[in-house]
T-cell receptor, first 114, second 117 residues
Framework: GNSVTQMEGPVTLSEEAFLTINCTYT??????LFWYVQYPGEGLQLLLK?????DKGSNKGFEATYRKETTSFHLEKGSVQVSDSAVYFC?????????????FGQGTRLTINP | ETGVTQTPRHLVMGMTNKKSLKCEQH?????MYWYKQSAKKPLELMFV???????ENNSVPSRFSPECPNSSHLFLHLHTLQPEDSALYLC????????????????FGPGTRLTVL
């Protein structure tokens, strides 16, 4: 079946550090890939997405590139801020069975210290 | 603001109470979802509706009863819950279940934090 694996958390960094959160997936067909972010006390917000191989999604300084050859969609940011502290979820949406369904990774908690 | 609202934001209930969670989306979508987010588990899909018809029940106990009267509203009726049902309940919507490409994004509400005593 389809699945998403994220790097284990929690991740703690200092402000202005470089961030990478790894995400790999297993899927039949050609899924769309997403990163969602959940700030404390809130629901999930779409951070960025990519719908086909080699697409790069970007938003708020975050980037992720859809790599079909390595089945990966790693999240990166060049210089993190305290306000980036949140839980980040990688997900895929696969239509190979007809109806689309989102499959989420387990989430990675990120804490940025001043 | 994602265009999906949920009420109440917080709910405390006893095991014998009956309560309902409400979700409303203002995005013109036709698919709606209920998810459960517990402290130590991955996000769990509970129910899916497409054009008001339930298309998925992910082995959810019958003490949770969904209702979708129209494409904009989704309810989750709760009765005789257990303490282990305490969690954040998230509602989401998307264009519909069969749109692909740019239209398959799900938009989430802020959630209802449920505590069962």
């Amino acid at each position: 079946g389809n699945s998403v694996t994220q790097m284990e958390g929690p991740v703690t960094l200092s402000e202005e550090a470089f961030l990478t959160i790894n995400c790999t997936y297993t899927a039949t067909g050609y899924p769309s890939l997403f990163w969602y972010v959940q700030y404390p006390g809130e629901g999930l917000q779409l951070l960025l997405k990519a719908t086909k191989a080699d697409d790069k999604g970007s938003n708020k300084g975050f980037e992720a590139t859809y790599r079909k050859e390595t089945t990966s969609f790693h999240l990166e940011k060049g210089s993190v801020q305290v306000s980036d502290s949140a839980v980040y979820f990688c997900a895929l949406s696969d239509h190979s069975q007809g109806a689309q369904k989102l499959v989420f990774g387990q989430g990675t908690r990120l804490t940025i210290n001043p | 603001e994602t265009g999906v609202t949920q009420t109440p934001r917080h709910l405390v209930m006893g095991m014998t109470n009956k309560k309902s969670l409400k979700c409303e989306q203002h995005l013109g979508h036709n698919a709606m979802y209920w998810y459960k987010q517990s402290a130590k588990k991955p996000l769990e899909l509970m129910f899916v509706y497409n054009f008001k018809e339930q298309t998925e029940n992910n082995s959810v106990p019958s003490r949770f009863s969904p209702e979708c009267p129209n494409s904009s509203h989704l309810f989750l009726h709760l009765h005789t819950l257990q303490p282990e049902d305490s969690a954040l309940y998230l509602c989401a919507s998307s264009q519909d279940l069969f749109s692909g490409g740019p239209q398959d994004t799900q938009y989430f509400g802020p959630g209802t934090r449920l505590t069962v005593l």
